[in-house]
């Protein structure tokens, strides 16, 4: 059975591959289990191999992915764009539903957008208030007088 040695070494290498190639921590834990299962292919049957391989990659995942999720969810960094939701700025451009505006926040130009369904037409030089980000772009309402 030593050609299970060269199986369980392609299930582990094609695994850390797959695990390059992504940021998702799909295959870790096959990679864990397919090494384990190389430990023991040369001294034990084919069968007990590919149960061990099973046995730990799943107790890999259920033991690591909530300590690592948690960890990578952490890391996630907010930007000052953050901060525009609920600024009143003033627009440099009008804004209509069928066509981008453009306003002024922090002497940077943002293009601006109105909220879903909204009919109004912004006019240059309102003042609008900015009520959430959608990409790439602010989406504002008009402030009332």
Do not use: H
């Not at 369980?8 to 990679?31: D, K, N, P, R």
């Not at 001294?43 to 391989?53: C, G």
């Amino acid at each position: 059975m030593d050609f299970m040695i060269w199986v369980w070494l392609g299930v582990f290498v094609l695994a850390i591959m797959l695990e390059a190639m992504t940021q998702e921590l799909v295959s870790i834990w096959f990679s864990i289990g397919a090494f384990a299962a190389l430990c023991i292919s040369q001294f034990t049957p084919w069968w007990v191999s590919l149960i061990v391989f099973i046995v730990v990659s799943i107790a890999a995942l259920l033991g690591t992915r909530p300590v690592l999720k948690k960890i990578m969810r952490s890391q996630v960094r907010k930007t000052n764009t953050d901060d525009f939701v609920g600024q009143r700025v003033q627009t440099i451009k009008d804004i209509t539903r069928f066509s981008l505006g453009e306003v002024k926040i922090n002497g940077i130009i943002y293009n601006a957008v109105l909220p879903e369904g909204d009919e109004e037409v912004i006019k240059k030089d309102d003042i609008v208030e900015i009520v959430a980000l959608k990409g790439n772009k602010v989406v504002v309402r008009k402030v009332e007088d």
